[in-house]
């Protein structure tokens, strides 16, 4: 005779098929977000670090400071540049030199000159607080992606040089030409650092993430273990190997996500 299951066995089996959706689909979907965003960092990335190539090989050089982007600005070491421009902003006092880094920037990267939209919040990570960057000037790539770009020019004394690279760094860390944030996916959400937001710096061969090893040697000179704008020692994106909790902020995500090898495991 063959056996036919009741109402009961059906209904329990439809439960219990539903407490293992409601387990494992938001966390495979998670994770599935997770690979799209790290493929869109690497991808706006690589056009950024394309650009800036393409700049050095135009200028005939090998370190961006020396490319013909950064003539007008560049100071002797250990004097801070006086001219700073926001990219897309040309109402300043330095108002012929801004507009042609604009002009440039637009040109190498294939970006169109706008603003942030009205009410654009980039959010923490953790819920804690969140960034105001409504209407400021910035470059939006074909894909959609946004870039705000600060550029000036620093380059660290020969004294300060040589402690940066007792201390682990490169001499990629003596200069620092600008900022750059970067919304992987334009104005969609959740604008939010560590996920969709991400900050890098600008050094002699480019971007390097805020909060890796140049980054943090750029922005203060001292033993990695105590230097807080380390992402390991900063916790600001979590503590080393520690994958659930911790991140505050986001804003130096991006430094833990290369660190271990274009994967966010946070």
């Known amino acids: 005779m063959k056996k036919t299951f ?12 539903g407490i293992i959706a409601a387990i494992t689909v938001p966390v495979v979907m998670a994770e599935y977000q997770k690979k799209a965003y790290v493929t869109k960092l690497k991808k706006a990335y690589s056009s950024i670090q394309s650009g800036f190539k393409l700049s050095m090989a135009n200028s005939g050089v090998f370190e961006l400071a020396d ?6 600005i560049r100071t002797d070491p250990g004097t801070s540049s006086s001219t700073s421009c926001s990219i897309g902003q ?28 009205k009410n654009y919040i980039i959010k923490y990570f953790d819920k804690s607080g969140q960034s105001d960057m409504s209407n400021r000037p910035l ?4 894909d ?16 300060e040089c040589q402690r940066v690279l007792d201390y682990g760094g490169n001499k990629s ?20 650092y560590g996920k969709d937001v991400y900050a890098f710096s600008i050094g002699n061969n480019g971007l390097r993430p805020v909060g890796s ?37 986001g804003y130096r995500c991006a430094a ?7 994967e966010i495991d946070y």
Do not use: H
């Open 6 to 17: 009741t109402l009961s066995e059906v209904l329990i089996t439809l439960v219990i098929i």
């Open 67 to 72: 490319s013909d982007l950064f003539d007008d």
């Open 90 to 117: 040309v109402n300043y006092a330095f108002k012929s030199i801004c507009i042609d880094l604009t002009n440039e920037f637009a040109r190498i990267f294939n970006a169109q000159i706008s603003k942030t939209p």
């Open 139 to 142: 470059l939006i790539f074909p």
């Open 144 to 159: 959609g992606m946004f870039a705000i770009i600060q550029i000036f020019y620093f380059e660290k004394t020969e004294f």
């Open 173 to 192: 860390a003596c200069i620092k030409l600008g900022s750059v944030t970067i919304d992987i996916n334009g104005d969609k959400g959740p604008n939010t």
């Open 213 to 249: 090893i140049e980054d943090a040697l750029s922005m203060n000179v001292r033993p990695l273990s105590s230097n807080g704008n380390y992402w390991k020692t900063s916790g600001d994106c979590g503590k080393e190997n520690l994958t659930k909790g911790g991140v505050k902020m």
């Open 256 to 262: 833990r996500i290369m660190d271990n090898g274009w």
